[in-house]
Nanobody, 128 residues
Framework: QVQLVESGGGLVQPGGSLRLSCVGS????????IAWFRQAPGKEREGVSC????????YYAEPVRGRFTISRDNAKNTVYLQMNDLNPEDTAVYYC?????????????????????WGRGTQVTVSS
């Protein structure tokens, strides 16, 4: 059974940075795209970023483009999300997800139904 575990969340001041990690196990990690999603209080979950299996293509939602960077280390079964210049609107639970059925072709759209395996999330709070 696919397992994904997020870490690295916390409380940070506006303008600060955090790096989230997503460690995968029980599947062939380097064959599948991994995405980050987030869900703010009272809002629907939204796609943030996606990286294809080989790590050579990365995609970002407009609100985070230029501030967030996604990367992966397939030798460590880990995907990272470096978040810079955080603002209160970035406050949310952040989830990583794998698309083990749809694959790399779905990565550019960062569309929740295309991702079938999910972690439990890590809380990010941006507040002064």
């Amino acid at each position: 059974q696919v397992q994904l575990v997020e870490s690295g969340g916390g409380l940070v001041q506006p303008g600060g940075s955090l790096r989230l990690s997503c460690v995968g196990s029980e599947f062939t990690f380097d064959q599948y795209p991994i995405a980050w999603f987030r869900q703010a209080p009272g809002k629907e979950r939204e796609g943030v970023s996606c990286i294809k299996s080989a790590g050579n293509n990365r995609y970002y939602a407009e609100p985070v483009r230029g501030r967030f960077t996604i990367s992966r280390d397939n030798a460590k079964n880990t995907v990272y999300l470096q978040m810079n210049d955080l603002n209160p609107e970035d406050t949310a639970v952040y989830y990583c997800a794998a698309s083990t059925l749809a694959g790399d072709s779905k990565c550019p759209w960062i569309y929740e139904p295309d991702f079938d395996s999910w972690g439990r999330g890590t809380q990010v709070t941006v507040s002064s």
